[in-house]
Nanobody
Framework: VQLQASGGGLVQPGGSLRLSCAAS??????MGWYRQAPGKQRELVAS??????TNYADSVKGRFAISRDAKNTVYLQMNSLKPEDTAVYYC???????????WGRGTQVTVSS
Protein backbone atom coordinates (compact mmCIF):
# COMPACT_ATOMS: atom_id res chain seq x y z
CA VAL A 1 0.00 0.00 0.00
CA GLN A 2 1.26 3.44 -0.90
CA LEU A 3 -0.08 6.76 0.30
CA GLN A 4 0.88 10.12 -1.16
CA ALA A 5 -0.42 13.17 0.65
CA SER A 6 -0.22 16.75 -0.50
CA GLY A 7 -1.77 20.15 0.01
CA GLY A 8 -0.43 21.43 3.30
CA GLY A 9 1.08 24.85 3.80
CA LEU A 10 0.85 28.21 5.49
CA VAL A 11 -2.45 30.08 5.43
CA GLN A 12 -3.87 33.09 7.23
CA PRO A 13 -6.75 32.70 9.69
CA GLY A 14 -10.01 32.47 7.80
CA GLY A 15 -8.32 30.99 4.77
CA SER A 16 -8.74 27.63 3.07
CA LEU A 17 -6.62 24.66 2.15
CA ARG A 18 -7.36 21.37 0.45
CA LEU A 19 -5.49 18.24 1.41
CA SER A 20 -5.41 15.17 -0.76
CA CYS A 21 -4.12 11.66 -0.19
CA ALA A 22 -3.84 9.18 -3.04
CA ALA A 23 -3.91 5.57 -1.89
CA SER A 24 -2.93 2.59 -4.02
CA UNK A 25 -2.24 -1.10 -3.67
CA UNK A 26 -5.47 -2.35 -2.15
CA UNK A 27 -9.18 -1.82 -1.79
CA UNK A 28 -10.00 0.50 1.04
CA UNK A 29 -12.91 0.71 3.42
CA UNK A 30 -12.57 3.70 5.75
CA MET A 31 -10.37 6.62 4.75
CA GLY A 32 -9.69 9.57 6.97
CA TRP A 33 -7.56 12.40 8.24
CA TYR A 34 -5.97 12.78 11.65
CA ARG A 35 -3.89 15.59 13.03
CA GLN A 36 -1.30 16.07 15.72
CA ALA A 37 -0.38 19.43 17.17
CA PRO A 38 2.84 19.95 19.15
CA GLY A 39 2.51 18.47 22.62
CA LYS A 40 -0.87 16.91 21.88
CA GLN A 41 -2.12 13.47 20.98
CA ARG A 42 -3.07 12.56 17.45
CA GLU A 43 -6.78 13.05 16.94
CA LEU A 44 -9.35 12.15 14.33
CA VAL A 45 -10.36 15.08 12.15
CA ALA A 46 -12.71 13.38 9.70
CA SER A 47 -13.38 10.00 8.18
CA UNK A 48 -15.43 8.61 5.32
CA UNK A 49 -16.58 5.07 4.67
CA UNK A 50 -16.62 3.32 1.34
CA UNK A 51 -20.33 4.05 1.20
CA UNK A 52 -19.79 7.75 1.78
CA UNK A 53 -20.80 8.03 5.44
CA THR A 54 -18.80 10.82 7.07
CA ASN A 55 -17.75 11.57 10.61
CA TYR A 56 -16.18 14.78 11.91
CA ALA A 57 -14.54 16.02 15.06
CA ASP A 58 -16.76 18.58 16.77
CA SER A 59 -14.05 21.21 16.39
CA VAL A 60 -14.19 21.09 12.59
CA LYS A 61 -17.89 20.50 11.89
CA GLY A 62 -19.23 23.06 9.48
CA ARG A 63 -15.75 24.12 8.38
CA PHE A 64 -14.13 20.97 6.97
CA ALA A 65 -15.44 18.55 4.39
CA ILE A 66 -14.07 15.12 3.60
CA SER A 67 -14.66 13.32 0.32
CA ARG A 68 -13.23 10.48 -1.72
CA ASP A 69 -13.23 9.49 -5.34
CA ALA A 70 -13.27 6.24 -7.27
CA LYS A 71 -9.49 6.33 -7.67
CA ASN A 72 -8.97 5.97 -3.90
CA THR A 73 -8.02 9.56 -3.28
CA VAL A 74 -9.36 11.14 -0.12
CA TYR A 75 -9.68 14.88 0.18
CA LEU A 76 -10.06 17.26 3.09
CA GLN A 77 -11.39 20.69 2.22
CA MET A 78 -10.59 23.01 5.10
CA ASN A 79 -12.34 26.37 5.26
CA SER A 80 -12.44 29.13 7.86
CA LEU A 81 -9.14 27.91 9.23
CA LYS A 82 -8.14 28.89 12.76
CA PRO A 83 -4.74 29.02 14.44
CA GLU A 84 -5.79 26.02 16.53
CA ASP A 85 -6.03 23.97 13.32
CA THR A 86 -2.25 24.16 13.07
CA ALA A 87 -0.90 20.61 13.13
CA VAL A 88 0.63 17.87 11.08
CA TYR A 89 -2.19 16.17 9.19
CA TYR A 90 -2.01 12.46 8.45
CA CYS A 91 -4.17 10.44 6.12
CA UNK A 92 -5.23 7.01 7.29
CA UNK A 93 -6.76 4.24 5.21
CA UNK A 94 -8.00 0.78 6.06
CA UNK A 95 -7.28 -2.03 3.64
CA UNK A 96 -10.23 -4.38 3.15
CA UNK A 97 -7.89 -7.11 1.94
CA UNK A 98 -5.23 -6.90 4.67
CA UNK A 99 -7.56 -5.66 7.42
CA UNK A 100 -4.80 -3.24 8.40
CA UNK A 101 -4.73 0.52 8.73
CA UNK A 102 -2.00 2.49 6.96
CA TRP A 103 -0.69 5.97 7.71
CA GLY A 104 0.54 8.58 5.29
CA ARG A 105 3.71 10.57 5.99
CA GLY A 106 1.97 13.69 7.24
CA THR A 107 1.67 17.18 5.85
CA GLN A 108 2.10 20.38 7.85
CA VAL A 109 -0.74 22.86 8.06
CA THR A 110 0.08 26.19 9.69
CA VAL A 111 -2.57 28.83 10.28
CA SER A 112 -0.97 32.11 11.20
CA SER A 113 -1.08 35.78 10.34
Amino acid sequence: VQLQASGGGLVQPGGSLRLSCAASGSIFSDMGWYRQAPGKQRELVASITRGGYTNYADSVKGRFAISRDAKNTVYLQMNSLKPEDTAVYYCNVVSIIAQVAYWGRGTQVTVSS
